[in-house]
């Protein structure tokens, strides 16, 4: 008990409330993919919303619930969050997203397994991210199907990308918005619902185009387990370097954008309120 009060609260929060948003989100996927439960993506984003908005109303007294790499580094450029707490706060969002990985192929190996065989997949081969989707995420969603040219088709590297920083700049000026003091009509003790409830709209939205990410922790941590639980090297191959730039960087970029829109318009307007 004592070696437990010396971890930093912020870690316990950033840790367990990323591997909650990951068990949730992605377990919902994994159940969609695998039995054919919650069948279409309106159902799997509600699962997703949440499961985020249970993350955040556990952890945020302990580290303010970013649980995205997305938001630690938009609120350490816009807020007075420390710039030194950046990267602790990403590993352990990592940390905690590939442990839910590793949590979820247990309990969903033998599904994932039988899924593989009814489907003709040999793990690690062209068209096995019919089956790695579970886990990390490519464009176009494959929907439990290998990705031919033909689907391809349906979004190109450029737009994937516009799409995910796009998807984060909206999340991330809902989130400065919904805690904004100053703003009157913030939702207060249903923050936490309001931000689950955006996530559920924009993978509603994007789900079927990118698999609506939105959050660098929770496709990379997942993406490396993928690789390392038998895909090889496929996760990073399927969109070429686009594992990177539309699922890592343009996140990245998109909360920053999402950042500076509120501090520029929003964020001024709040304060003539005053």
């Given amino acids: 008990m004592t070696a437990m009060r010396n971890i930093p609260k912020w870690f ?23 039995t054919g439960a919650q069948a279409g993506v309106f159902q799997a ?36 969050f420390p710039k030194s707490r950046v990267a602790p706060y990403v590993l352990a969002q990592l940390l905690g997203a590939f442990v839910a990985a ?24 062209p068209g096995s991210e ?31 990308f516009g799409a995910e920083a796009i998807g984060t700049a909206i999340l991330l000026l809902v989130i400065f918005c919904c805690t904004d003091a100053r703003n009157a009509g ?13 996530i559920t709209l924009l993978i509603s939205l994007l789900g079927p185009l990118t698999m609506a990410c939105f959050n660098p922790a929770r496709d990379f941590a997942p993406r490396v387990f993928s690789s390392l639980a038998g895909w090889g090297a496929l996760p990073f191959q399927v969109n070429g370097i686009g594992w ?3 699922y890592v960087l343009a996140p990245l970029l998109g909360g920053w954008l999402g950042g500076g829109i509120y501090t520029a318009c929003f964020k001024p307007a709040y304060q003539a309120l005053e």
């Fill in 130 to 160: 019919a089956s790695a989707m579970v886990f990390g995420e490519f464009f176009p969603s494959p929907g439990g199907h290998p990705l031919t040219d033909e689907i391809r088709g349906r979004m190109s590297p450029f737009a994937a």
């Fill in 186 to 198: 913030r939702p207060q003790i249903l923050t936490a619902a309001t931000i689950g409830l955006t």
């Fill in 45 to 80: 984003a509600v699962v997703w919303g949440l499961g985020i908005a249970t993350a955040i109303y556990l952890t945020g007294a302990l580290s303010g619930a970013h649980l995205n790499p997305a938001v630690t580094v938009s609120l350490a450029a816009w807020s007075d």
């Fill in 12 to 34: 316990i929060g950033e840790f367990f409330g990323t591997f909650l948003l990951v068990f949730f989100g992605c377990g919902s996927v994994c159940a969609a993919v695998l």
């Fill in 244 to 246: 990177l730039t539309v």
């Fill in 102 to 125: 590793a949590v979820l192929y247990f309990i969903f190996g033998d599904a994932l397994a039988m899924f593989e065989r009814a489907n003709h997949l040999v793990r690690g081969q």
